[in-house]
C-alpha cells in the first residue's frame, strides 16, 4: 500500500528537486555596457539581465566584452535559493578630446580641462562628453573607451550640425 508523502520532502522527491530553492541560486553583477557570461567555454546568460541562475556550487565565470576589449575571470560561490553578487572592477582606457576652435571640456559632469586633451583616463564603456565655448556654444556627445586602443572624440564648434 502506497504511504501519505511525508511532509518534510527530501531533495530525491521529484517536486523538490525541481525547486531553486533546492538546486540552485543566482548571480547579480552590473556592467557599463552588455556582456557575455561564461563557465567551461560555455554561454550562460549575460550582465543585460538582472541575475543569472546557476545550480549551487562553486562556479569560475569570465566575463567578456568583445566590443571593449575585457575579458575577466572571477569565481562565485551559488547558495541554495540566494543570490551572490559579482563586482566588477571596470578597467581603465585613455580620452583624447579635441575641438575647434578651442572648448572646455565636462567628462561625465566632471570639468576635466581645455582642449586639447590626450592621455585622459578613464574606465571602459561609454562617457558623454560636453564641450562649451563662451561664444560658439555647446556640443554633447558620447565616446566608448576600449582598452583595444585610445578612445578619440572631436568637435567643429563653428559648424552648426
Known sequence: A???????????????????????????MKTPVPMQVFEEGGLVGTTEVDRIMLPVGTHRLEIVSD??????????VIRAGQTSTLRLDMPT????VNAQPWAEVWV???????TPIGNLTRTIGPHEVVF???ELGEKKTTVVVTLKEPARVGVDLRSKS
Not at 13 to 22: G, I, M, N, Y
Not at 67 to 76: D, P
Not at 108 to 114: A, L, T, Y
Open 2 to 28: 502506497a504511504t501519505p508523502a511525508s511532509p518534510r520532502a527530501t531533495a530525491a522527491d521529484p517536486e523538490r528537486a525541481a525547486s531553486p530553492l533546492t538546486v540552485g541560486g543566482w548571480v547579480s
Open 93 to 96: 582606457g585613455t580620452l583624447a
Open 132 to 134: 562649451r565655448h563662451p
Open 67 to 76: 566590443a571593449l576589449g575585457y575579458r575577466s575571470r572571477h569565481e562565485v
Open 108 to 114: 561625465d559632469g566632471d570639468r576635466v580641462g581645455e
